[in-house]
């Protein structure tokens, strides 16, 4: 039979064991990714992440593994569970700790089972049911969970459904005027208008992967993703160490977009960088995961974060842009409403039979407003 094992630190598991499970597709679930996260000083016990990763072992082979942490708060997650917390609370009991199998600070849509088969990822799901008993944890959690997985898991693993904005190339545009010509006039004047605006304010981009960024390119990134925590409020998890650990281990994955700006000075001009978006590129898909800006320009986080993208995506024949949660403002942008899914087991069978109910209205609302938001389409008739 085969042994399932707890691994408190990724390097305990061999990177190439690991990621031949999951076909190298995408790269949020690549060792080095999830490994640097743990050594470049992104996850921290404070901030609610304890690393707790289930193998799945014949032997000395992994036949499955699920990205794993205790979380003792919801923070980072994107999928929210406070009002279940609040439930525990309010009866006394405790909600955190609770398990869960995702990609921390990243809302995006991959492989959570890692397994070769299908009987593999179910004695995967197993090996979690029977964690959650043996540790007295409230739950667990799969988040973002792709197509390949839905069907390991059974009726016991309550479903949640969320929309976000993706960008598809199911119609088979050449490049951004192909793009921009399956547009009513109206949206497709808008952009035209926001891209029109940045060139005029002398902004111009540069787009490069992790080998070919300089350590003053990597610099400039992490200090605008810091500047926009800042903005908010929010604590930055991400390292400078983090970066250039990308930019070595997966130096075509990684895909920064530079916005720059030309300064004149006495006898020389120079170009500075003033914005910058950092992506992550699959085998078909790029994600959008982080920007900031140090100039304001009318159009420039549209320009960065979106338009800059998709002419990646036509250029390197990729089929998919995800731009990061949220913003509804994205479907003017070509960016149209898409489903995601997470999984639950809720341990306690009186939580877990009324968290059910409200996960069953909550999908219903969902899908209405999903074909609510699909009548702001702003394509002619839709792509493909």
């Not at 995961?289 to 974060?305: I, M, P, S």
């Not at 800059?308 to 994205?330: S, V």
Request: charged share 25%; proline share 4%.
């Amino acid at each position: 039979m085969p042994e399932i094992r707890m691994h408190r630190a990724l390097s305990q598991i061999p990177a190439a064991d690991w990621d031949a499970l999951h076909g190298r597709r995408n790269p949020f679930v690549a060792h080095a990714f999830l490994s640097g996260l743990e050594t470049t000083g992104c996850l921290r016990e404070d901030w609610g992440w304890t690393p707790c990763h289930l193998g799945l072992w014949e032997g000395d082979a992994l036949v499955a593994a699920a990205p794993g942490y205790l979380k003792s708060n919801s923070h980072g997650e994107f999928v929210f569970d406070h009002s279940w917390a609040h439930a525990y609370a309010r009866h006394g009991l405790d909600y955190f700790a609770k398990w869960l199998g995702a990609v921390p600070y990243s809302p995006v849509t991959g492989p959570r089972l890692l397994a070769r088969d299908e009987a593999s990822k179910r004695a995967l799901l197993d090996a979690i049911d029977g964690f959650l008993q043996q540790s007295g944890l409230s739950s667990a959690h799969v988040n973002f969970h792709d197509a390949a997985d839905e069907k390991a898991f059974d009726n016991g693993w309550l479903l949640r459904e969320d929309i976000q904005y993706h960008w598809h190339n199911d119609a088979g545009w050449n490049d951004f005027e192909d793009f921009l010509a399956a547009m009513d006039h109206k949206h497709r004047k808008n952009i035209r208008q926001e891209r029109r605006r940045v060139r005029e304010a002398g902004v111009t981009f540069r787009i490069v992967h992790g080998d070919e960024a300089s350590e003053a390119d990597l610099a400039a990134m992490h200090g605008f993703y810091l500047q926009t925590f800042a903005e908010y409020g929010n604590s930055p998890a991400l390292t400078l160490d983090f970066i250039r650990r990308l930019a070595r281990a997966m130096p075509r994955q990684l895909v920064i977009v530079l916005a720059e700006r030309v300064v004149r000075q006495a006898h020389h001009e120079r170009r500075i960088p003033v914005a910058g978006a950092l992506c992550l590129r699959g085998s078909d898909t790029l994600y959008g995961r982080y920007w900031g800006a140090a100039e304001l320009h009318a159009g420039l986080h549209f320009e960065a974060c979106y338009y800059q993208g998709i002419e990646y995506c036509l250029r390197e024949g990729l089929a998919r842009f995800e731009p990061g949660a949220q913003g509804r403002h994205k479907i003017a942008r070509g960016f149209l409403p898409t489903l995601v899914r997470s999984r639950h087991r809720i341990a306690d069978p009186r939580f877990a039979e009324a968290i059910g109910a409200w996960c069953a209205e909550e999908r219903v609302s969902t899908r209405e407003h999903l074909q609510q938001l699909y009548a702001h389409s702003p394509f002619r008739a839709a792509p493909g």
